[in-house]
């Protein structure tokens, strides 16, 4: 077990090395954005959210009973004390919550290792083994504060030489009650105790709980509405979840995913190679007692169930564990005060830098290929009236649009989980998700809608629905509205869905 640096050298070594660390790290999100990137999914609404100014049930057609205005408080919280002290734009705001999610998963844990640059070199590998755990990183969603909080966790465990059980149960119950307040999803910290009782943990894991028990707790309490908050997170999964027969009808994310085989490679090297690092640098001697490695292949093995048991808990996981053991190997090779050692890290952070913000395959600029519409004085009469409704065939269409008319007085049919939506329309939406068959779905819709509500789709031509006429609002999207829409406009006297309050 490697003694604390005493000298001089040394020391001015890990202070450069630190600041390398946290500086390649702000640099990712902020190259990325640079290139024109901005995520498409609920970033978008959670920003909107902020501008808009009304809950989620007066954006949202929800079925009967549902307000889903009790999960993520805090990031809600956050970015409107952003725009507060900030005065930022729709766009600038956007660009924040990428950069501050990015960091919430790295920021709280790259000062946990004794060489935090075997963080960077995990998280490198990791890109390039797979592109999607950087990108679903770099969402601007707040599910990276739940990431960052169990890496957190796993990387206190893996380091008890360094931190006393009361850091370590104090650091716990702080990074828990932080998600938990962001996120909301509590549950994910059942995991680590999973792991530690797996692996025989059984004091770490009543310590674990003696800790994040009272996390959660705290963080639901800052929420405002404690037991709402546990009741939704856990009621929003199993319904997103238990109601689909296909996979095909599934958020993306929560559908199966298909792991890569260089992980258990990657896996069964760095085993082989801890027969190199001498014992005194190794203070974990079994690995099959490792709780971090084994909650990654728990959930590597989950992930072809639902891809986001790896992407979410697997991935911290899988970093927590590979920083590990290669900081193992780091210390082994011998003290930081050297110019090669310095060099080397220098090569790393810049390596991580390159590969995180290439654009391969347009992934970060090919968002800036698909706009939205924007409701303009010249084009209003295309958009619903006031309390009527967009029916939507993707949520994507719900994000853009949202994000970019967030003070439209109208609501969404599909906003950000199908499962949310009211009974009757849900199944027309199944219906077209398992055949496809997108003129069936938009008669059905045509069929019920309003004079003040509009169809909203992904189409660069005019789909032939009787009693609709179209228009191209903007590249790629048009809007249907009722023929004799005009004649028949009235004020509301009843909602113009069966979901209005």
């Known amino acids: 077990m490697e003694t604390p640096p005493v000298g001089r050298a040394d020391r001015i070594a890990g202070l450069f090395i630190l600041f390398l660390v946290l500086a390649s790290l702000v640099a990712i999100p902020l190259l990325v954005l640079s290139q024109g990137y901005s995520p498409v999914d609920d970033a978008n609404r959670h920003v909107a959210k902020v501008f808009a100014d009304r809950p989620w049930d007066r954006i949202v057609v929800f079925r009967p009973g549902l307000r889903h205005d009790h999960t993520h408080v805090g990031w809600d919280a956050i970015l409107r004390l952003a725009r507060a002290t900030l005065a930022p734009t729709k766009e600038e705001l956007l660009e924040f919550s990428v950069v501050a999610s990015f960091l919430l998963v790295f920021l709280p844990a790259v000062f946990l290792p004794a060489r935090p640059e075997a963080l960077l070199a995990a998280f490198l590998w990791l890109i390039l083994v797979e592109g999607t755990p950087l990108s679903r990183l770099l969402y601007g969603r707040p599910f990276a504060a739940t990431m960052g909080a169990l890496l957190v966790i796993l990387l206190l465990h893996a380091n008890t030489d360094r931190f006393s059980r009361r850091t370590t149960g104090v650091l716990t119950f702080a990074v828990v009650a932080a998600a938990t ?13 999973l792991a530690f009782l797996a692996t025989g943990r059984w004091r770490t894991a009543l310590d674990y709980a003696a800790a ?21 997170a856990v009621s929003h999964q199993s319904q997103a979840l238990g109601e689909n027969l296909f ?73 927590a564990w590979m920083t590990t053991e290669i900081g193992d190997h780091l210390r082994a090779a011998g003290p930081r005060g050297t110019v090669r050692y310095a060099a080397a890290v220098t090569v790393l952070c810049a390596g991580l830098v390159l590969a995180g913000t290439a654009d391969s395959s347009e992934r970060y600029s090919k968002t800036l290929k698909q706009p939205y519409p924007v409701r303009t004085p010249e084009n209003a009469d295309w958009f619903p009236d006031r309390d009527g409704t967009f029916y939507n065939l993707s949520m994507r269409l719900f994000y ?15 906003g950000f989980e199908p499962a949310m939506m009211p009974a009757e329309e849900r199944a027309i939406l199944d219906r077209y998700l398992w055949n496809n068959r997108q003129d069936e779905i938009l008669h059905t819709w045509a069929a019920e809608m309003r004079p003040g509500d509009r169809l909203l789709i992904f189409t ?18 048009s809007i249907g509205r009722p023929v004799g829409w005009r004649a ?5 006297a009843t909602p113009s869905h069966p979901g209005h309050p």
């Not at 009272?214 to 939704?232: D, H």
């Not at 005194?280 to 093995?301: F, G, K, M, N, S």
């Not at 028949?488 to 509301?492: F, H, L, S, T, V």
């Open 212 to 232: 994040a028990v009272p996390g959660i707790l705290a963080g639901a309490i800052l929420s405002g509405a404690p037991l709402a908050v546990l009741a939704e």
């Open 488 to 492: 028949a406009r009235e004020p509301p």
């Open 247 to 319: 996979t095909c009808m599934l958020v993306k994310e929560f559908q199966p995913n298909d792991p890569l085989p260089l992980y258990p490679l990657t896996v069964f090297v760095l085993l082989a190679a801890r027969a190199r690092v001498p014992p005194e640098h190794r203070p974990q001697a079994d690995p099959l007692t490792d709780p971090a490695l084994v909650l990654a292949i728990a959930c590597y093995a989950l992930g072809f169930r639902v891809g986001r048991f790896w992407y979410d808990i697997g991935v911290p996981a899988f970093l």
């Open 460 to 477: 660069p031509y005019v789909v032939p629905v009787p009693g609709i006429e179209w228009k191209t609002v903007c590249e790629g999207v």
């Open 400 to 414: 853009g649009t949202f994000f970019h008319n967030p003070t439209g007085d109208w609501r969404y049919l599909l």
């Open 181 to 193: 307040w962001i996120h909301s999803s509590w549950f994910f910290f059942l995991f680590p105790a």
